[in-house]
């Protein structure tokens, strides 16, 4: 039996370098091991789905093999984003779906991002699969291999939900990513007049990389709009499940900022609703949705786990910082950066000024994202550290549960252990800049004591 390397299996999907670590015969024992998990679930069928990625056709084909092979049908999708994919697991009933997709990775990679009977994988969920290829604990059974095409189904679904109160004009960016496919006959048919970039879905990515959470990867937008007479912006990452949003004068507006627009609409229809969002979102939220007369819930850090956190409360709507958006309310539940982007414009579109709307978001004074690099387990160790010894100068209070967020009166400091690369992440954010230089100095201290000669990216 082909064992495959244990570096693949990840904290929330499985990914690696296509040849190298995730090969053809790599996919079609993970294959088994999934068909093999769902015959356990009493699941029949599992549906493939894969992004533009030039190694998706014959990882596509492996897979299907390996999951057949087991007594499971498999339906494979074709090319879509990675959310057609989740939605195509409900519209076809068959409740269990796998995305083949690098996401927002470089080229070479290539990854499965799997949900079986409802529930996403990950942690111990994905490394039982490994133990199963390992030890040879494989169904064996004839399953059957269809192919069919939901695209239209999917766009259909939304148009019959979301209507616009006016026609709009935007950039969309697709990043040659998968959702150049489908988001410009989307976007269209919804009432937009497209400025389009970068639709031709192509794996080697030739013009920027697809992670809109990089401003660096906004430029284009930013160009485009400074040039045109489309009054917003937006981006999708690799497999179209994040957004980036760019207002007509060329500022980012950021995750945690678009959850408070959405939470506000939501909140309308669902009054006293939770929302959920991850560790790395600004302050500013909760006292947002409490006005708006919801319940915040901060959470952990990791699409998987805020997917499960909105299963086990029912709530709403949930977001991450990292562009994921989560809407229970009219929708699945599932990240989707097309549908993200179709409610934005659901909600500009009752104004006459979408650059008014956004920019009226509160804000702050905040940093991007800061990574320490380390070696592995070493992150964890300092983030152990950190709880154990630090003590802050004017702390609030510290929320430990991902990592450890120290809140002050005028702002907050972040270090967390990444579940997916070996890297401490930071994030500091307060009322003005005065303020943002004392609690990185803190954390400054506080880092350099807890671990000696450690190099800071701030």
């Known amino acids: 039996m082909h064992t495959p390397a244990p570096e693949i299996f990840k904290a929330y999907d499985i990914r690696g370098i296509v040849g190298q670590s995730l090969t053809v015969d790599t996919v079609r024992a993970i294959g088994q091991a999934l068909g093999s998990e769902a015959l356990a679930r009493g699941q029949k069928t599992i549906v493939i789905g894969r992004d533009g990625r030039l190694s ?14 087991t007594g499971i049908d498999a339906v494979d999708i074709g090319c879509v984003a990675t959310p057609i994919t989740y939605f195509a697991a409900y ?38 699969l490994r ?3 390992v030890a040879g604990d494989l169904a064996r059974g004839t399953g059957t291999l269809t192919h069919t095409d939901v695209r239209a189904a999917y766009i259909e679904r939304i148009l019959a939900d979301v209507k616009l109160a006016r026609p709009m004009k935007i950039v969309l960016d697709s990043g040659n990513g998968v959702a150049g496919n489908t988001a410009p006959e989307l976007y269209r048919r919804l009432g937009c007049e497209l400025t389009e970039l970068f ?61 408070m627009l959405f939470a506000a609409d939501v909140l309308s229809r669902v009054p006293g609703g939770q929302i959920i969002y991850d560790v790395k979102c600004t302050r500013n939220l909760a006292t947002w949705v409490r006005k708006h007369g919801g319940e915040p819930v901060m959470w952990n850090t990791g699409h998987a786990l805020v997917k499960a956190k909105l299963k086990e409360t029912g709530a709403p709507l949930a977001g991450e910082m990292s562009g994921h958006m989560f809407f229970k309310e009219r929708w699945y539940g599932f990240d989707d950066g097309l549908y993200t982007g179709v409610r934005l414009l659901e ?13 009226a978001l509160p804000d702050a004074v905040s940093t991007p994202e800061l990574n320490i690099k380390m070696k592995e387990g070493e992150p964890v160790e300092l983030v152990e550290r950190l709880k154990a010894r630090s003590t802050f100068e004017g702390e609030l209070e510290r929320i430990t549960l991902d990592g450890l967020r120290v ?10 252990s990444s579940n997916t690369t070996p890297v401490v992440v930071l994030r500091f954010e307060a009322d003005n800049e005065a303020a943002l230089i004392r609690i990185q100095s803190r954390f400054r201290d506080a880092l350099q004591t807890a671990w000696p000669g450690i190099a800071l990216p701030f």
């Open 407 to 416: 809140e002050f009166a005028d702002g907050f400091g972040l270090a967390r």
């Open 56 to 69: 998706g056709p014959d990882f596509a084909a492996a897979l299907a093999e390996g999951i057949t092979s």
């Open 199 to 259: 639709s031709e879905v192509d794996g080697n990515f030739p013009n920027h990389h697809p992670d809109p959470s990089k401003p660096e990867n906004l430029e284009d937008v930013i160009h485009a709009l400074r040039n045109g007479d489309a009054e917003l912006g937006l981006a999708f990452d690799g497999d179209g499940d994040r957004l980036g949003v760019v207002t007509k004068d060329g500022e980012i507006i950021y995750p945690d900022r678009q959850l």
């Open 347 to 359: 909600i500009l579109s009752r104004s006459p000024d979408a650059n008014a709307v956004l920019k």
């Open 131 to 133: 133990r199963r290829i």
């Open 91 to 128: 519209h076809l009933g068959a409740n269990s779906c796998v995305s083949i997709t690098g996401s927002h990775n470089p080229p070479e990679y290539n990854g499965l991002k799997m949900v079986l009977g409802g529930e996403t994988l990950y942690g111990p969920l994905i490394q039982d």
